[in-house]
T-cell receptor
Framework: AQSVTQLDSHVSVSEGTPVLLRCNYS??????LFWYVQHPNKGLQLLLK??????LVKGINGFEAEFKKSETSFHLTKPSAHMSDAAEYFC???????????FGGGTRVLVKP | EPEVTQTPSHQVTQMGQEVILRCVPI?????FYWYRQILGQKVEFLVS????????KSEIFDDQFSVERPDGSNFTLKIRSTKLEDSAMYFC??????????????FGPGTRLTVL
């Protein structure tokens, strides 16, 4: 079985300040981990993925995430928030190719000018 | 850049009616999926489809649901007799069969289903 917990349902940051979105996972095997973003009235867009290569993963739009097996965490960060980063972010786990994705509850990010 | 498309963007139906949600996956992809997101809840897996058959389904995917790939491009989700609780955003996704055991699922923009 697999599960994902996003520790914050809402995060508010000021433009230009760092963003940290926290995610913990539970899995009985070596998982693939993803972060997806959903802008208002849009579909889910892949930000980045971890697939057992480098533990620090770089994604689009300046986001990166670090896989820490000992902490079962996959936190998402960005050094400097932009207004366009306002969206909902989902941490997701998968067992392997062709397998279902299990989503966290999502973190809604608000960026203040 | 190739993308997954879904039609319609919004569907309103009466309880008990049948609905068909349509998806066009990315053309060289081999795995297809349906997920749904009830308002205020998590995105939930419904079903995965590979090689013209269901490869995995969740407990949500009961006899009221069916999937089909009627031709070489479309992938459909049918709900035979809709209930109020079927109201949700339905997302289609597709992925390539990648070697090494990893895949990326690409999502469509979703169909918002409202059952009255």
């Amino acid at each position: 079985a697999q599960s994902v917990t996003q520790l914050d349902s809402h995060v508010s940051v000021s433009e230009g300040t760092p963003v940290l979105l926290r995610c913990n996972y539970s899995s009985s095997y070596s998982p693939s981990l993803f972060w997806y973003v959903q802008h208002p009235n849009k579909g889910l867009q892949l930000l980045l993925k971890y697939t057992s290569a480098a533990t620090l993963v770089k994604g689009i739009n300046g986001f990166e995430a670090e896989f820490k097996k000992s902490e079962t965490s996959f936190h998402l960060t960005k050094p400097s928030a932009h207004m366009s980063d306002a969206a909902e972010y989902f941490c997701v786990v998968s067992k392997a190719a062709g397998n279902k994705l299990t989503f966290g509850g999502g973190t809604r990010v608000l960026v203040k000018p | 850049e190739p993308e997954v498309t879904q039609t319609p963007s919004h569907q309103v139906t009466q309880m008990g009616q049948e609905v068909i949600l349509r998806c066009v996956p990315i053309s060289n992809h081999l795995y297809f999926y349906w997920y749904r997101q009830i308002l205020g809840q998590k995105v939930e897996f419904l079903v995965s489809f590979y090689n013209n058959e269901i490869s995995e389904k969740s407990e949500i995917f009961d006899d009221q649901f069916s999937v089909e790939r009627p031709d070489g491009s479309n992938f459909t989700l049918k709900i035979r007799s809709t209930k109020l609780e079927d109201s949700a955003m339905y997302f289609c996704a597709s992925s390539e069969l990648a070697s090494g055991g990893t895949d990326t699922q690409y999502f469509g923009p979703g169909t918002r289903l409202t059952v009255l």
